[in-house]
């Protein structure tokens, strides 16, 4: 992180494209952790980013990836704290029974709807209603239709 953190630092330094500056952190940084790293980017303030020092700016590059790894640790956290609490519903159920993949979808995604659900398990509307208030989630749009649920 250190190499990719001096990489974009030069980047920036350089000016290799001036009119495509957002290029940098596409090359310097995989394109899976761009948006980690702009939600730990986000807590460090923009003098600090935008420091004349270049070891200010690799520092506050790297509180960046510092604060985007505990958010992730953070987030890991919770989906596992989530997940043993929905796998102690699933006791005592049937083997045929749908709620454990119910139950992966939505640890999988961020929000389910109800074709989703019919979808991915093959049940009906009704049956994804069903499977969804046994399992309890809770309920993220505030419609009466399209409705989608999630974990909090």
Known sequence: MLRAAILLEAWQDIEVLQ?????????VVAANHLA??????????????RARNRSDRLLACLDAIHDAALG?????DRLVLA???LERRLRGRRASSRL?????????????STGMIQERLKVTKQ???NLVGELGLR???GRGRFRAWGIV
């Open 72 to 76: 992730g640790l953070k987030e890991h």
């Open 100 to 112: 454990p993949d119910l139950v992966e979808l939505v640890l999988s995604r961020p929000l389910v």
């Open 19 to 27: 009119h495509a500056t957002w290029l940098g952190p596409l090359f």
């Open 127 to 129: 049956g994804a209603l």
């Open 83 to 85: 997940k043993n609490q």
């Open 36 to 49: 980690c790293l702009h939600l730990g980017a986000k807590n460090i303030p923009r003098e600090r980013r």
């Open 139 to 141: 309920e993220m749009t």
